[in-house]
């Protein structure tokens, strides 16, 4: 049988009902991108990166995320679990920590195609593309990712503001400009 995008989401809303949501999402996303061939088929050819919604409720959201080569995401936090998983490339992760005065590094994490990363929903990081491909995942969270208020931080002097999701889609815009002036041969 093949998988489809509302078999991803279906998996993932009937783990959202279980006593532990948050693992046994992770479990669901681990058999998920433990076949990365059947998750790259049923979302399709990546052609530039982005944020695609494959599903939104008040207690779920289900994203594709495509991060552009050389790419790099501020510290931000998603006041909600997260789970990702990777079935392509790799994330870089950096994770921080509020402190009086902003934030300090609290390590890091890569992240490589066929592996999974919970956080919880007071986690705070920031997310990079270091590679030469586009670094494909699953992301799940355990609300509304688009209605929740989120803050980020400024990646040079850690001030916090408000998350600007438009602001995050104009990165990815420019990362993906950089990516397509590096890759034309006809620059070359």
Same mark, same amino acid.
């Given at each position: ?18 006593? +532990? ?13 433990? /076949? ?8 399709? &050819?990546?052609?530039?990166? $982005? ?6 409720? #008040? #207690? ?7 991060? +552009? ?5 501020? @510290?931000?936090?998603? !006041? ?15 994770? %921080? ?23 919880? #929903? ?14 494909? !995942?699953?992301?799940?969270? $355990?609300?509304?990712? %688009? ?7 400024? &990646? ?17 815009? !420019? ?9 034309? @041969?006809? /620059? !070359?």
């Amino acid at each position: 049988m093949t998988l489809e995008i509302d078999d991803i989401v279906d998996r993932c809303r009937r783990a959202r009902a279980e006593s +532990t949501p948050q693992l046994a999402i992770r479990d669901v996303v681990a058999e998920l991108v433990a /076949d990365p061939n059947s998750v790259a088929e049923a979302i399709g &050819p990546i052609v530039e990166g $982005g944020i695609k919604l494959l599903h939104r409720a #008040d #207690d779920l959201t289900v994203l594709h995320i495509a991060w +552009t080569p050389g790419m790099r995401l501020m @510290p931000h936090d998603h !006041a909600m679990f997260a789970v990702v998983g990777m079935y392509g490339g790799q994330e870089d992760n950096e994770f %921080f920590r509020r402190t009086p005065g902003g934030l300090e590094t609290a390590g890091g994490r890569e992240l490589p195609a066929s592996e999974v990363l919970v956080m919880g #929903d007071d986690v705070i990081h920031a997310v990079a593309n270091r590679r030469e491909e586009y670094a494909v !995942a699953l992301h799940v969270y $355990g609300g509304d990712f %688009f209605n929740a208020e989120r803050s980020e931080w400024d &990646p040079e002097t850690f001030v916090e503001r408000p998350r600007d999701l438009d602001g995050t889609t104009r990165l990815f815009a !420019a990362a993906n400009a950089a990516w397509a002036a590096r890759s034309d @041969p006809a /620059d !070359a």
